[in-house]
């Protein structure tokens, strides 16, 4: 998401997420598809004022929705849609998300500068990391190669939390970035050019990390053990507004926000190369920030704006579109 939203967000603050309700109901509107007395909506209704800005699904039919109002947790039940807070946030913001095997939910801190790890049956904070102490913007995470690897949109660096047996290390490890991606314009300003490393996901070979720079348009390669960054060749495509992605085999999908798109690449399997296929629109879609799967759908959370800006009462959903 975009720097410009943070003063918003920042006013609009705890009152957000703490003046909704504690759970939502399916959309009576929503088509689904029936298996037995699932009814598996294709709009999942969220929180008031909940400014949902990440996603992650399973262990389970179960999707974790992230608030960046105040960083509050919401859990949903993919097959009825009905969910509810399973943790409140603290103040700062919860973007990026990912679950893994070990019920434990991985979340970037957006503007606070942080992560943190929950136990996702509980909601309990398992572990909370300090990441960056000056200006910065938490902005995703991918769970690979062993590790967690957190992007900053601000400071052209990753963290990494190495998980050595599964193990939740003590401190994160910076890994600077060098090479092709070239951080643009001023962190320290409200507008957008300052808005560079976005999503993040490995490469199909397992053996590299990629990442879209939002600003540009951009989609890199990384080195995850020098940090060393390489264009991928899209020949003559790029991805600007690029948001969130998720890999699936070596078919790249990656989200467009502003643009209202879905953008569907094939990789190469050492992710150096790329071609769009096709690029997905859906009526549903309101500033798409990321997107997850679960079965022959993908899911996406929707943001919205909204002038002068967003208020408690402003009402908030994620979609369901067919995986393409």
Known sequence: MRRQMISAVLVFGLAATMSA???????????????????????IRLPNGFQPEGIATGPGPFAYFGSMADGSIYRADLRTGVGAIVNRGSGTQALGLKTDPR????????????????????????ASYRLATGPSFINDVILTQGSAWFTDS??????????????????????????????????????SAGFNANGITPTPDGQGLIVVQSNTGGLFRVDPATGTTRRVNLHGESLP?????????????AVQNRLDIVAVLRLNPTGTEGRVERRVQDARFALPTTVAA????LYLPNIQFFSPGPTPHISYNAVAIPRP
């Not at 019920?103 to 790890?117: K, P």
């Not at 601000?154 to 998980?163: C, D, E, I, R």
């Open 21 to 43: 309700p504690a759970r939502a109901a399916a959309d009576p509107h929503a088509v689904g598809h029936r298996a037995g007395a699932a009814v598996y909506p294709t709009t």
């Open 103 to 126: 019920g434990r939910l991985f979340v970037a801190g957006g503007a606070g500068g942080d992560a943190r790890v929950l136990d996702t049956r509980t909601g309990r904070v398992l």
């Open 154 to 191: 601000t400071n052209p660096v990753l963290y990494k939390l190495p998980l050595r047996g599964g193990r939740l290390p003590s401190a994160a490890v910076r890994i600077p970035l060098t090479g092709d991606l070239v951080y643009q314009g001023d962190p320290g300003s409200p507008d």
């Open 241 to 253: 507004e690029g948001d969130g992605l998720l890999l699936s085999g070596r078919t790249l999908f």
């Open 294 to 297: 679960f079965g022959s759908r």
